[in-house]
């Protein structure tokens, strides 16, 4: 059951009210009430029609389903003791849920990405050469201590994507690094990249 699986419930209600080393396991008790809380089913007699089911053990994943007198006994024994994991076990679920939400809309947003390798077999499968082509840059970042303004950081930004472009596409960086400042300078458009080197 997902509530037991993303929450601490078995060992916060343990900690809550110990119970004999006998005795089916608080966790138990209340995964299979809230079985049938799931089911529209509030009465303890209740839980007698499912004791046998293999089905409602497995979904709860509970090796052992209580009696119905077992149930009634340790809800009324304990269940000021149980209210407090029980609370702390929903939020904890309700928080790894809100997570689960927002990675499936960010997946959503960009379903359409993950396809256009099918479309253009040419383009990588990963972003791996752009990750390596960054990580010199990475490093150099607090050897150099960064930048302290946003002009200096747009203009490393930009030079570092100059300076690999020219470096995978095999043309020399200083003669088209002058040509840009030359023109800039004349207040032109500052002229592309060269093209790749044959």
């Not at 209600?13 to 966790?27: E, G, K, L, Q, S």
């Not at 799931?38 to 052992?64: M, N, T, W």
């Not at 209580?66 to 340790?74: E, F, G, H, K, M």
């Amino acid at each position: 059951m997902a509530i037991s699986q993303h929450a601490d419930l078995a060992k916060d209600a343990t900690a809550a009210a110990p119970a004999r080393n006998d005795a089916i396991p608080h966790v138990k008790i209340l995964i299979s009430y809230i079985g049938l809380l799931c089911l529209g089913k509030s009465d303890f007699e209740a839980i007698e029609a499912f004791r046998h089911d293999p089905y409602f053990a497995e979904a709860l994943a509970v090796d052992q389903v209580p009696s119905a007198i077992t149930l009634r006994q340790r809800l009324d024994t304990h269940a000021a003791a149980f209210m407090a994991p029980i609370v702390e076990a929903s939020i904890a679920f309700l928080q790894r849920m809100m997570k689960m939400r927002a990675l499936a809309r960010e997946l959503l947003n960009d379903w359409n990405t993950f396809w256009v390798v099918l479309d253009h077999p040419e383009l990588p499968l990963t972003n791996n050469k752009a990750e390596r082509a960054l990580r010199h840059w990475v490093i150099a970042r607090p050897i150099g201590m960064g930048t302290r303004a946003t002009q200096g950081t747009s203009a490393f930004a930009h030079l570092a994507s100059i300076i690999e472009t020219c470096r995978k596409r095999a043309v020399s960086l200083w003669p088209s690094l002058a040509e840009v400042i030359r023109q800039r300078r004349q207040g032109l458009q500052a002229p592309p990249l060269p093209s790749p080197a044959i």
